[in-house]
Structures are given as C-alpha cells and as structure tokens.
C-alpha cells in the first residue's frame, strides 16, 4: 500500500532536483554575463571533519575532512572583500590564488570563476532528478506489466513441471542477507537450450519446503524467458 507514496515521493524528489540544477545553472549564467574579474588570495582555512558514505568501500560511512577557506580580493574601486565559497575536500592553503567574478552591484557576491557556470557542477542536480524520475516511474509501471504478463501467461501460456535446483540467497555488498531466490532449469526439447528460472525475492528460507521438490512455471511456448513461477505450493509468510 505504500508504493504509490514512495513512487510519488521519488518523482517529486526528481523534479526538485531537475528544476534545482536548471536555477542554478540558470542563475550562474546570467551571473557570469555582468560580474567582474578579480584576483583572490586564500586568507584563512578552517578545517572540518565531516562523514560521507564512500562508494569504493562497499558503501560504508568513511570521514573526510573537508576545507572552509577565506577568500580575499580588491574591487576595482578599492574595497577589500572576503568571502567564503562552498567548502570542499580539495586542500586550500594560505596564500593560494583564485581567479574570482564578483557583482558589480554587491560585491560581496563573489564566486570563484572555476565554479562559474562549469557544466559539470550544475549537470548534477537534473541527472540525479532524471534518474529519481525514472525509478519512481518504473517502480509504479513494473507492477502493472507484471499483470499483464500473468494474465497472458495464464491464457495462453504453458505449464511444465521442472525440479529445484536451489535456493539462492540474496546478499548486499555488506554481507547482510536480506531475501531467497529459488533457481530452477529446464531443457526445452524444441532447441535443446538450458533456460534458468527464479521467482521473485522471498522474505523467508523456503530451503527446507524447497529441497528435492518439483514446481511448475508458466512459459511463453515462443519465448520461455518470459514465466512464472507457482510458489502456491510454498507455505505463504504470515
């Protein structure tokens, strides 16, 4: 019952992200087109220790230090202006030189140039909100296709009778076992090929029902990599 939320969720989330990425590539552009160059000197850096989840560590949470630098710069008309960009985990150092825009109007609206209207930066928010989009989408058409292939298979499909050939677990990255496959083969005698079967995630060890046991999958006679798998005769989780 709470799929459409979370679908609805996902694609809200998606649309945020794609209109935050276009304001603030937007807003850079424009930005861009009347602020005015100048040359900024790293005045002071504070550093931070801040935690990430790391990709390249089976998705654990890793601490990163993270850079807040002071950034000093002269106007055209002399005023001396610090500002402080976005921090980052790119070492900064007292001392180092940045090319930096600033708004003619309200100097203390200053950005550093590399930062100005880098596609790659703004790039981020409408893929992350595409890809969101995307998901939130399929999450709610899988369903839907998946009746529509039931109800076929279920008029026009056929049924055969194959043995378990075992019961899979399913395993994140972390080694944490979070659901059961049951795995099935079957040798179509048409063209002598090996098709594999597996149902859905179980949330239960259906090993001890499952072990030397048959069971009944519905196939698409011109295509048996589209099936189903009849688990009725597996007890069902209370």
Request: glycine fraction near 6%; charge should be neutral; charged fraction near 20%.
């Amino acid at each position: 019952t709470l799929l459409p939320y979370t679908t609805l969720f996902r694609s809200v989330v998606g649309v945020v992200f794609v209109w935050t990425g276009i304001y603030m590539a937007v807003d850079n552009y424009h930005f861009a087109q009347t602020a005015i160059p100048a040359l900024g000197t790293v005045t002071k850096v504070t550093s931070f220790v801040g935690q990430r989840t790391s990709s390249s560590n089976n998705g654990r949470t890793v601490q990163e230090t993270d850079y807040n630098a002071t950034i000093n710069f002269q106007t055209n008309d002399g005023q001396n202006i610090d500002f402080s960009p976005i921090p980052s985990s790119a070492y900064r150092y007292v001392g180092e030189k940045f090319d930096v825009l600033y708004n003619p109007t309200n100097p203390n609206d200053a950005r550093i140039k590399t930062t100005v209207g880098g596609f790659a930066l703004f790039s981020v928010f409408p893929i992350i909100g595409v890809v969101a989009i995307i998901i939130g989408l399929l999450v709610l058409i899988s369903p839907i296709l998946n009746r529509r292939k039931s109800k076929w298979l279920h008029q026009y499909g056929t049924t055969i009778t194959v043995p378990i050939l075992r019961v899979e677990k399913e395993i994140t990255k972390r080694g944490d076992i979070y659901g059961f496959r049951i795995v099935s083969q079957w040798q179509n005698p048409q063209d002598q090929k090996i098709y594999t079967f597996e149902n859905n995630t179980l949330d239960y060890d259906p090993t001890s029902y499952a072990e030397g046991k048959q069971i009944s999958i519905l196939i698409d006679p011109k295509n048996p990599k589209r099936y189903e798998m009849d688990l009725s005769t597996l007890p069902q989780e209370a």
